[in-house]
């Protein structure tokens, strides 16, 4: 067993319990640590002056590298274990702009000042909620690889997004967190690279006007 192994939840035996206590899916609850690209991906990226929201940090490696680049990071894990374990080690050298969060990012509110989110999750089954809530405070972008799984984007949150129904043939991502293809098939059209920033995508399920899954 690797070093994260030892640690990651997935291999302590109450999982499931505390998982499905937290509405997570047991997979959304697992912790893996991603390859260094990912995480170049995001940090060549940051600002001086960005507020960063880390969902989901999981052992905390790039919360801690990116609050040597920004203003401030707020990390939160749900995890216990993972957030005792990076306190720990941390100890006196815990950086001052680091906020440490142990909580659910489903329910715990986020800060006011956030401008980018990261979300880097590709079992995430709540994209849709993250990304409402970062809207409802104000962020400007989100870093996740949640929508395309092996690709990481960076999302604009302040994009004015076209319903789908106008959306023109092509692919589309949806701020569901559904990803797609409109159309009859990727042959019939001449299908560019870009892809279409959607709302209202067929996946969305709608409950009180509200899109609440994909
Ligand atoms: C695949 S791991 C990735 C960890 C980290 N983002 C990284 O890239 O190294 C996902 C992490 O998200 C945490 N997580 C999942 N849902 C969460 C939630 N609602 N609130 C806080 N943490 C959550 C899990 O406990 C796990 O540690």
């Excluded at 100890?91 to 329910?107: E, F, K, S, T, Y």
Aim: charged share 25%.
């Amino acid at each position: 067993m690797s070093r994260w192994e030892e640690k990651a939840q997935q291999f302590q035996g109450n999982l499931r319990a505390f998982a499905r206590r937290h509405g997570l899916e047991e997979w959304e609850a697992w912790f893996a640590p991603y390859d260094d690209e990912v995480y170049r991906f995001v940090l060549e990226r940051l600002h001086p002056t960005d507020v960063v929201l880390d969902i989901g940090a999981g052992d905390f490696r790039l919360a801690e590298a990116a609050a040597k680049l920004v203003k401030r990071v707020y990390a939160i894990e749900v995890f216990p274990g993972l957030v005792a374990d990076f306190l720990s080690s941390k100890g006196m050298a815990m950086p001052q702009n680091l906020h440490v969060i142990c909580a659910n990012a489903l329910d715990f509110p986020f800060p006011a000042d956030v401008t980018v989110g990261i979300l880097l999750m590709r079992h995430c089954q709540h994209f849709s909620a993250y990304f409402q809530k970062l809207k409802v405070v104000g962020a400007q972008s989100l870093f996740t690889n949640a929508r395309w799984k092996m690709g990481i984007e960076e999302i604009d949150l302040k994009l004015k997004r076209v319903n789908f129904d106008n959306a023109p043939s092509g692919w589309y991502a949806c701020e569901c967190g559904a990803i797609g293809f409109k159309g009859v098939s990727a042959e019939d059209i001449s299908v560019t690279e870009k892809v279409h920033e959607v709302k209202n995508c067929p996946q969305c399920i709608r409950e009180e006007g509200v899109i609440v899954t994909w």
